[in-house]
C-alpha cells in the first residue's frame, strides 16, 4: 500500500509565501506522475500543478507564474512552493501520486490534504 503525507499547510498572508511537501511511502514504488489538487469550501476539487518523472510540468492557469512543482524522486516527495498567494488560493491542498509497487498495478494513490488558508 502508498501512504501520502501532506505538510506544509497554515495561514500566509496575501503576497506571502508558503511551501506544501508530500512524501510518499510504500513498497518498491515507480513514480510517474506527482502533483498537486485543491479544493476550496463548496466547490469541486481541481488540479493545481502536476510534475512527471521525468521533469514534465503542468500548471492550472490560475497559478501560472506564482507556484512552483517541484520533486525529489529520490526521496519520492514533491513539493509546492506559492509565491504571491491570493485569498482565492485558500483550500484544502492534496497530494497525489500516479506510481505502481511489487504488488499494485499503476494506480493514483491520494494524501488526506493540508489546509491553505490566505487571509490578512
Known amino acids: 500500500q502508498v501512504q501520502l503525507v501532506e505538510s506544509g499547510g497554515g495561514l500566509v498572508q496575501p503576497g506571502g509565501s508558503l511551501r506544501l511537501s508530500c512524501s510518499a511511502s510504500g513498497n518498491s514504488l515507480t513514480i510517474y506522475l506527482m502533483g498537486w489538487y485543491r479544493q476550496a469550501s463548496g466547490k469541486e476539487r481541481e488540479l493545481v500543478a502536476t510534475i512527471t518523472s521525468d521533469g514534465g510540468t503542468h500548471y492550472a492557469d490560475s497559478v501560472k507564474g506564482r507556484f512552483a512543482i517541484s520533486s525529489d524522486n529520490a526521496k519520492e516527495m514533491v513539493f509546492l512552493q506559492m509565491n504571491s498567494p491570493k485569498p482565492e488560493d485558500t483550500a484544502r491542498y492534496y497530494c497525489?501520486?500516479?506510481?505502481?509497487?511489487?504488488?499494485?498495478?499503476?494506480?493514483?494513490?491520494w494524501g488526506k490534504g493540508t489546509l491553505v488558508t490566505v487571509s490578512s
Open positions: 497525489k501520486v500516479v506510481c505502481q509497487t511489487v504488488l499494485s498495478p499503476v494506480r493514483e494513490y
